[in-house]
């Protein structure tokens, strides 16, 4: 035991100290909001040239008042149609926007035409739909002598309230799948970012002590198991020292962004549209609701359970890398082939979890949820769902009867391999060293 | 004399091979030991049964008259001869895990492993990376490690491969060192002519098994040629050649051999009996490689691979 502390110490402390790790921890949430605030970036990039748009507006609907639309100016230059495309031709404008008198007032569809030599941007094109459609909303209310609050009390918001179907049962909102979902998700990635880039870690350091030769000096003190064991143990309390200094910096660092760009993450993330067509009073009705649902849900289940799922996926998988590693020495192609059968069901899993978040209660959501293999990832991310006790249960006994056979499994293999050398390992060798006496 | 390591019968078969055949020798406590044999005879499958890397078949072992257990480890140091050091460990840290695994506290590790750097005139080293290492210099860590924890038993596994003639001497220095402390040392080598001086007794495994085992003078004694080799100045009457078979004769330096034992005392006394001045005298005995060889051919046995081929 005083061995295996020591051991998982050395893994611990030679990876934390290191340049490197330090850099990458601190430096990841970083990363993640540039690359976010970037994204973001992108996502609201409209076209930069500017655009001029004249409008020959036939019957006056638009009153000569339409809003520019960022770097899109529109004019009603009085000058005749030939004109405006001669001067189209010479490049005073972009495009003339012909708007025919409307033939039916009530009519749901109208045709503008543009005249041009370049295709409308589709943003462009966009904006201007909007723009113009609102303008003739306006004017066909005025036109038919509308109160336009009437008829904006035509448009009614729906909001289903899910009710507890028994009496004094818990009374949530409408915003709980969403924010189960968006949890879920979250969950569900970082178990499967958890596996593979722990599991990596492992394997590479598995090789390397094979390739050092190290290995020897090592097991002639401690048992190989102990060996792997300690690794695993050491790389996983990384992976958590680095998922913690995640969880605290990431909304520390978003804060900081924010005060000092006044940077709004809401915007950023649907440019344009939650700002201009949510009532201000909506928004914060809600972000209070999504607080609220936030404050409802039972983190002191959540989350051990979910430390207790990382821990069993991570223990499952990191133990197979383990193996892969030991088998194949320094050859990386060689790894490569051995690991893809440990990475199909992480993937799958994967893609059942994206599902699951949706329909968290689907038959295959709840079978994948309770299959060991799939269950690190995809209960998770199904746990904010109100998932009945008897499948959580379930599903944790296997994973640990899984865990225990899959560690096992894989020290055999792994006290074997260490000391092959030279050999080009098959997954049927692998088989058979299962078997070998000590 | 107790024996340190006593092997009965050790079986230990990999698939279809037998690297390890019914092997059985004793090691007396305190001796230097020779575990010789051509590459891939089955020394280092013996060396990690003993050591607790792998498990025999069958057969039994003890150390110090008792059976293998999960103690000995602590108390055995071997070097392997595949060996390693974590490249970015620094060198005091490195030799403090591999002592503490070994069951000593931090404080006796360091205080050891200060004590054997001060000793090799490596102390500035404590803070160097291995990677910042010559081969040479991590041959020296590693002989430390090997020896930190003061065990009883120590196990070299190809001890001077790669090593160059100072570091090679240093140890053998050691080596004697740490024996005169008590230790029992086991050199497990297929360069025969590297120990012939240094062992005592020695094993010969050749495909897996043992073909001969004992003290080395006796073994040399009981397999001499009756050949010996001496230089005189002066004329040697050609009478005091008979019954003598001339193997070599250049400038008075003669190889001859007896047809039965012969006395070297007595064989140098009819020398300076005849008059001429001695220069040099010896016996030949046979080496161990030639021992080796023709134990294996009386057995009628084939041996896998070529003596001596250089690594």
Known sequence: ???????????????????????????????????????????????????????????????????????????????????????TLRGEYNGVLVIPPLSDIQARDHKLYYYSDDQLSLDVESAIESAVSTRIREYKIATMNLDPQLVESLRTSIEIDPEPIVEGGEDISSMRSAIGAGLGFIMGIMMYMGVFIYGMMIMRSVMEEKTNRIVEVMISSIKPFQLMMGKIIGV????????????????????????????????????????????????????????????????????????????????????????????VGDDIGESQSLTLPISIPVLIAFYIMMVSVRTPHSTLAVWASIFPLFSPIVMPARLAFDV?????????????????????????????????????????????WMFYKG | MANILELTDVVKTYQTTKAVDHVSFSMPKGSIFGMLGPNGAGKTSLIRIITRITQADTGSILINGLPLNDDHP?????????????????????????????????????????????????????????????????????????VVHKPSLIILDEPFSGLDPINANLIKDEIDHLRSEGASIIFSTHR?????????RIVLINRGQNVLE??????????????????????????????????????????????????????????????????????????????????????????????????
């Open chain 2, 192 to 200: 025969m002519e590297q120990v012939e001086e240094i062992c005592e």
């Open chain 1, 236 to 327: 996983g309390a990384v992976g958590m020292t680095q998922f913690l200094v995640w969880i605290i910096l990431i909304p520390m660092v978003s804060v900081l962004v924010n005060l000092v760009f006044g940077f709004d993450a809401q915007q950023m993330q649907t440019p344009g549209m939650a700002a201009s067509q949510m009532d201000p009073d909506d928004m914060q009705g809600m972000v209070m609701m999504a607080m609220q649902e936030l404050g409802s849900i039972d983190w002191w289940v959540i989350i051990p359970l979910f430390l207790l799922f990382f821990i069993g996926g991570y223990f499952l998988y990191a133990s197979l890398f383990a193996a892969v590693g030991s088998a």
């Open chain 1, 388 to 432: 009945p006790w008897w499948q959580i249960a379930l599903s944790l006994v296997l994973l640990a009867a899984t865990v225990v056979f899959f560690v096992w499994l894989s020290g055999r293999i792994y006290r074997i391999g260490i000391l092959m050398y030279g050999k080009k390992v098959t997954l049927k060798e692998l088989g058979k």
């Open chain 1, 1 to 87: 035991m005083n061995k295996l502390w020591l051991i998982i110490r050395r893994e611990y402390l030679s990876r934390v100290q290191k340049k490197s790790f330090i850099l990458t921890t601190l430096l990841t949430p970083l990363a993640f909001l540039v690359f976010f605030i970037f994204v973001g970036f992108i996502m609201s990039y409209e076209s930069d040239e500017a655009n001029k748009i004249a409008i020959v507006d036939q019957d006056n609907m638009l009153k000569k008042a339409i809003k520019d639309d960022g770097n899109t100016f529109f004019s009603f230059p009085t000058a005749p149609l030939d004109t405006l495309k001669a001067q």
């Open chain 2, 214 to 311: 004992g003290n080395v003078s006796e073994i040399k004694q009981r397999r001499k040629k009756n050949l010996f080799r001496y230089h005189v100045n002066g004329e040697i009457s050609p009478a005091f050649l008979e019954g003598k078979e001339v193997i070599d004769q250049s400038n008075g330096a003669y190889t001859v051999r007896f047809t039965e034992e012969r006395d070297s005392n007595l064989f140098l006394k009819t020398l300076v009996d005849a008059g001429v001045y001695v220069n040099g005298f010896e016996e030949i005995l046979p080496s161990l490689n030639e021992i080796f060889i023709q134990t294996v051919q009386e057995q009628g046995m084939t041996i896998e691979e070529p003596l001596n081929t250089p690594l």
């Open chain 2, 74 to 146: 602590e108390d055995i140091g071997y070097m392997p001869e595949e060996r390693g050091l974590y490249k970015k460990m620094k060198v005091g840290d490195h030799l403090i895990y591999l002592a503490r695994l070994k069951g000593l506290s931090e404080k006796q590790a360091k205080e050891a492993i200060h004590h054997w750097m001060e000793k090799f005139d490596i102390s500035d080293w404590w803070n160097k990376k291995v990677e910042e290492l010559s081969k040479g210099m991590q041959q020296k860590v590693q002989f430390i490690a090997t």
